[in-house]
Nanobody, 128 residues
């Protein structure tokens, strides 16, 4: 059984930065594509960013492109989301996710159904 635990959320003013971390345990995720999703109150969970198993390839939603950066450290079983120039509309619970693994390095899943493992989420609140 694999587990993902997010941390690093909090309250920040608009224009500020936060770095989210996702610690993976219970199994190796070194061959899994990883992703970040978010869910604002009253809205559906939406894709934010994905990274291939090697870390070579990344993909971002249009709403965060140029402001957020996803990265990973397979040796430490960690995935990160650096968030800069935060806006009030970035306020949401942020979730880390991992697919089952064994995928090609160009594979960057963007849909919830493509991920098998989820963390419990961490709250990010951006004040105006």
């Amino acid at each position: 059984q694999g587990q993902l635990v997010e941390s690093g959320g909090g309250l920040v003013q608009a224009g500020g930065s936060l770095r989210l971390s996702c610690a993976a345990s219970g199994r190796s995720f070194s061959t899994s594509a990883m992703g970040w999703f978010r869910q604002a109150t009253g809205k559906e969970r939406e894709f934010v960013a994905a990274i291939s198993w090697s870390g070579t390839n990344t993909y971002y939603s249009d709403s965060v492109k140029g402001r957020f950066t996803i990265s990973r450290d397979n040796a430490a079983n960690m995935v990160y989301l650096q968030m800069n120039d935060l806006k009030p509309e970035d306020t949401a619970i942020y979730y880390c996710a991992a697919n089952r693994g064994g995928s090609r390095d160009w594979y960057l899943p963007r849909h919830r159904a493509e991920y098998a493992y989820w963390g419990q989420g961490t709250q990010v609140t951006v004040s105006s």
